[in-house]
């Protein structure tokens, strides 16, 4: 069984950082894994995810002010989040799926969530 544990949210201001981290359990080293975020009223974005082989990919909205990363020793996930805007605004989900394109299905296995506020 593979559980999921978002931490890192909070609320800043538009320009700010913030780093989310995902501590994962289970078999998820062959696993796809990623973070998507949900704002009321829009549809669920994929907005990075990190294959089993290392490869990264990251919507348009949010190339070059994100970057995600895992640190495989430990099963942890992280997003570094820079330079955020309002609409970044979002419950934030760590996902992981043995199959990436679950991870756009909204298949597999999600976290709790931990929400980001951006003010402007």
């Known amino acids: 069984q593979v559980q999921l544990v978002e931490s890192g949210g909070g609320s800043v201001q538009a320009g700010g950082s913030l780093r989310l981290s995902c501590k994962a359990s289970?078999?998820?080293?062959?696993?796809?894994m990623g973070w998507v975020r949900q704002a009321p009223g829009l549809e669920r974005e994929v907005v990075a995810d990190?294959?089993?082989?290392?490869?990264?990919r990251y919507a348009n909205s949010v190339k070059g002010r994100f970057t995600i990363s895992k640190d495989n020793a430990k099963n942890i996930l992280y997003l570094q989040m820079n330079n955020l805007k309002p609409e970044d605004t979002a419950m934030y989900y760590c996902?992981?799926?043995?199959?990436?394109?679950?991870?756009?299905?909204?298949?597999?296995?999600r976290g709790q969530g931990t929400q980001v506020t951006v003010s402007s």
């Open positions: 289970g078999h998820t080293n062959t696993f796809a």
């Open positions: 996902a992981a799926a043995p199959i990436r394109a679950h991870l756009e299905l909204n298949l597999g296995y």
């Open positions: 990190i294959d089993s082989d290392g490869t990264k």
